[in-house]
């Protein structure tokens, strides 16, 4: 069974720094695009940041460039997502998902949450002081 597990929200100040991390289980994420993606209330579901499935491609929100990094550990199944100088409008809801064979020449363009069918069930990140 495909599972993907989002943990490391919470709560933080303002300017303050979180690890997300997406842990895959059922299958290996080595052949996989792995994409972050937050839905705060009354907001849309938005893409922050996603890595390719074959050559390490990255994209990365405007609102969100030089303060995030995504990476990949295939050898620990898993994604994260670290954050720093978070804002009071990062706070949402932040979901992992995975979809095979997404690589570098699509990813490079776009983080869509309509390309991609596995998902977490996400986890809350709450920034405030």
């Known amino acids: 069974q495909v599972q993907l597990v989002e943990s490391g929200g919470g709560l933080v100040q303002p300017g303050g720094s979180l690890r997300l991390s997406c842990a895959a289980s059922g299958f290996t994420l080595d052949y996989y695009a792995i994409g972050w993606f937050r839905q705060a209330p009354g907001k849309e579901r938005e893409g922050v940041s996603c890595?390719?499935?074959?050559?390490?491609?990255?994209y990365y929100a405007d609102s969100v460039k030089g303060r995030f990094t995504i990476s990949r550990d295939n050898t620990k199944n898993t994604v994260y997502l670290q954050m720093n100088s978070l804002k009071p409008e990062d706070t949402a809801v932040y979901y992992c998902?995975?979809?095979?064979?997404?690589?570098?020449?699509?990813?490079?363009?776009?983080?869509?949450?309509?390309?991609?069918?596995?998902w977490g069930q996400g986890t809350q990140v709450t920034v405030s002081s």
């Open positions: 890595i390719s499935s074959n050559d390490g491609s990255t």
């Open positions: 998902a995975a979809e095979v064979r997404l690589g570098g020449h699509y990813i490079r363009r776009r983080c869509r949450w309509a390309d991609f069918a596995s």
